[in-house]
DNA sequence: ACGGTGATGAGACCAAGTCCCATCACAGGG
DNA sequence: CCCTGTGATGGGACTTGGTCTCATCACCGT
């Protein structure tokens, strides 16, 4: 085995998303991910702290961005703007590019229950980096708690949009019109 | 082993529940959980399916319950209505005598994130089970789903008001009072 | 008393995940 | 040019979650 080629950790993501794709999740060992990488399971163990995070690496990123936006507001802005920033901030994430891939790899979540399970995990980090600069905004608890799960929607409502087989539009795009709606359903709801 | 004594599944959560509390959840083995409710490693998976689950037997019912309150509502009722029906719907879960079982059991969950995934599993199913109900009540895709997320927030608002030590209220209070403190804020966010 | 049913015990077996140690590639200093 | 340290890797032992199969036993109706 050749050792010491670079970008193990890419090799092995991508192998993984090929197993799961062709066997699905539960019928590819790690072991198997890491031969088709050309390392051993250990190494694999060394780089994802376990076989379901390597479909999930670089998630931390988009909260990351999130938080990062909303600090970059100014004072004066509404919950609504400031949500509006946050969601604009992941679109480094769904370029036209990784397109194809990101499809593939929600197929594969979508197949699985384990893999849905990790999903939320991570979903739910997301929305406590929202409501947590929110809170940093000075908004109230439960204001803080719901405008996150405003947030929380629209960000999945616009992915499931963009990753749509028929769709031809921007993330960006898709995000505020789903803030927007979502914002006005609120409305109703009061 | 005195086999054939009832009550068997009651016991392993029982046991479970006991040694998680004193060695911790990674700490606890199955076999050891099914040691001490005088049974075999076997029987625990033939009853949970698996480990993680022994803590969270029966959280279908109250999904259950949303549902069946929210079917029982005239058609009139508004969406708010309909979630403070389902949330009441909740309460044969969380009498008093449940307190100190419900409160030992939210501590050793809070202690691990297996756990916590597990619960946030559960958590996404109650969520659908309100917006499921609420489609059927004619409400349209985002507002259903926003209205389930706004019930959900006030669900675990009241379970985290209700668990607390200093709490002395009844939960169908508490839902109450949560699910009214976030529609305002609702109203707000529009 | 007898056979059927259903819950259990026991143990083999596989894969996830941990751990430890040897090994190798590369870097820099003598 | 050699020597040594560092860091990523390979390899394998080990524990545990979880599955599966088969034998066993308690109870129930006939």
Redesign the pocket.
């Known amino acids: 085995?050749?050792?010491?080629?670079?970008n193990?950790?890419e090799r092995l993501a991508s192998s993984a998303l090929d197993l799961f794709a062709e066997r699905g999740y539960?019928g590819?060992?790690?072991?198997?991910?890491?031969a088709r990488?050309?390392?051993?399971?250990?190494?694999?163990?060394?780089?994802?702290?376990?076989?379901?995070?390597v479909l999930f690496a670089g998630q931390d990123l988009i909260g990351e961005a999130f938080a990062a936006a909303m600090r970059a507001c100014p004072p004066s802005a509404t919950p609504r703007e400031l949500l509006h920033a946050a969601l604009a901030a992941a679109a480094f994430a769904f370029g036209d590019e990784r397109r194809a891939w990101v499809v593939r790899r929600q197929a594969v979540i979508d197949d699985n229950t384990e893999l849905r399970e990790r999903e939320l995990l991570k979903r739910a980090s997301l929305t406590a980096a929202l409501e947590s600069a929110l809170r940093e905004r000075g908004l109230g608890e439960r204001l803080a708690a719901l405008a996150a799960e405003v947030g929380s929607l629209a960000f999945r409502g616009a992915f499931a949009r963009w990753i749509a087989p028929s769709n031809a539009r921007g993330y960006a795009e898709l995000a505020r019109e789903e803030l927007d709606a979502l914002a006005s359903a609120a409305a109703s709801l009061g």
Chains 1, 2 share one sequence.
């Open positions: 085995m050749a050792r010491w080629e670079p193990a950790r539960e590819t060992t790690a072991a198997e991910i890491a990488a050309g390392l051993a399971k250990s190494t694999f163990f060394r780089h994802f702290a376990d076989k379901r995070e």
